[in-house]
Nanobody, 123 residues
Framework: QVQLVESGGGLVQAGGSLTLSCAASGRTFSNNAMGWFRQAPGKERLFVAA????????YYADSVKGRFTCSRDNAKNSVYLQMNNLKPEDTAVYYC????????????????WGQGTQVTVSS
């Protein structure tokens, strides 16, 4: 059974930091690009970041560029999202996903998803 499990979410004050982890099991994703998305209540799921299979290329939404860093450890079948200088508007459920085909920026390009982890940033 293929699973992606996110962890590391929580409540943090504005300006604080969190690191999200996504651990994969059931198969290796070392040949897949991986992505992070977030979804606030009542809103659509939006792209946050993506990383190529090798980790050599990363992509970020403009809203998080310079504050968030995506990395991966293929030996651990894991992907990470370091989030610094968090803002209240970063509050959302964060999902990791394995890329299948198409643009990294759209949820439809991913075929495996985690269950999400809540990030809440207080002002």
């Amino acid at each position: 059974q293929v699973q992606l499990v996110e962890s590391g979410g929580g409540l943090v004050q504005a300006g604080g930091s969190l690191t999200l982890s996504c651990a994969a099991s059931g198969r290796t994703f070392s040949n897949n690009a991986m992505g992070w998305f977030r979804q606030a209540p009542g809103k659509e799921r939006l792209f946050v970041a993506a990383i190529s299979w090798s980790g050599g290329s990363t992509y970020y939404a403009d809203s998080v560029k310079g504050r968030f860093t995506c990395s991966r450890d293929n030996a651990k079948n894991s992907v990470y999202l370091q989030m610094n200088n968090l803002k209240p508007e970063d509050t959302a459920v964060y999902y990791c996903a394995a890329h299948y085909s198409g643009s990294y920026y759209y949820p439809s390009a991913y075929n495996y998803w985690g269950q999400g982890t809540q990030v809440t940033v207080s002002s």
